[in-house]
């Protein structure tokens, strides 16, 4: 079953409807399964390293045929993974803004647009499966359907995906990839960045 199917159930609610309790035991639930995924693909990726040394010290054509051969299939495995991985954070990602706008309404806040049509479901679920559509444009493009942007609470906005720090981290490890930014450099400028956003501001 669908998650949005799931968490509507068989007739249309609207999102003021939702229980906030049921919203947070389903985002418990994919919690946990997004953080098994992410285990599983370090072991993957782990495996793929282990097969590579092999092969690379065995000189025996057969031997060196089956390291292959295994080193693909656990790259298919590595890919259907990281695009589970994908899905269930975007499951959770909907699941924590719909959490965050049953307790803004509760609070009495602007909890965004409450009334969400079929149409709204169907295109959110489109998006959930598109492989093309990612992280960063799945989240852009629910807060814009679902109206919070700025106008949400910004505390819970923050709880639900990447703060300030937590996105220069994902820059910086983006510049080691590309091989501008050495590993121990890296460290030193991302925990700086996150002490600097830990740390209270200070009076003007």
Same mark, same amino acid.
Not at 61 to 89: C, D, G, I, V
Not at 99 to 121: C, F, H, I, P, Q
Not at 145 to 161: E, F, M, N, T, V
């Given at each position: 079953? $669908? ?6 159930? /068989?007739? !249309? =609610? ?16 994919? *919690?946990? &399964? #997004? ?9 993957? $990726? ?6 590579? &040394?092999?092969?690379? !010290? ?17 790259? !298919? ?5 990281? #695009? ?12 924590? #803004? ?8 509760? =609070?009495?806040?602007?909890? /965004? ?21 990612? &992280? ?27 703060? /300030? $720090?937590?996105?220069?981290?994902? +820059? ?10 050495? !590993?121990?450099? *890296?460290?030193?400028?991302? +925990? ?13």
């Amino acid at each position: 079953m $669908a998650l949005l199917e799931k968490i509507f159930g /068989g007739k !249309q =609610k609207t999102v003021s409807q939702l229980s906030k309790v049921e919203l947070r035991r389903e985002e418990i639930i994919l *919690g946990k &399964q #997004r953080d098994r995924l992410f285990k599983k693909l370090e072991q993957v $990726a782990s495996e793929k390293q282990k097969i590579f &040394q092999q092969g690379a !010290q065995q000189k025996t054509p057969e031997l060196r045929k089956s390291l292959a051969m295994n080193f693909e299939l656990k790259t !298919q495995e590595q890919l259907m993974t990281a #695009r589970e991985l994908n899905l269930r954070t975007k499951e959770l990602m909907t699941v924590s #803004r719909l959490r965050m706008m049953a307790e803004s309404r509760e =609070k009495g806040k602007n909890a /965004g647009r409450l009334n969400l049509t079929e149409t709204d479901v169907s295109r959110i679920t489109q998006w959930m499966d598109d492989d093309n559509v990612s &992280q960063e444009m799945y989240t852009e493009k629910l807060d814009d359907l679902l109206a919070i942007g700025h106008s949400g609470d910004k505390d819970s906005l923050a709880s639900a995906g990447l703060t /300030g $720090a937590g996105q220069e981290l994902m +820059d910086v490890w983006n510049q080691m990839d590309r091989g501008e930014v050495k !590993q121990e450099q *890296g460290f030193e400028q991302a +925990d700086q960045a996150v002490r600097q956003k830990a740390s209270p501001q200070k009076e003007m």
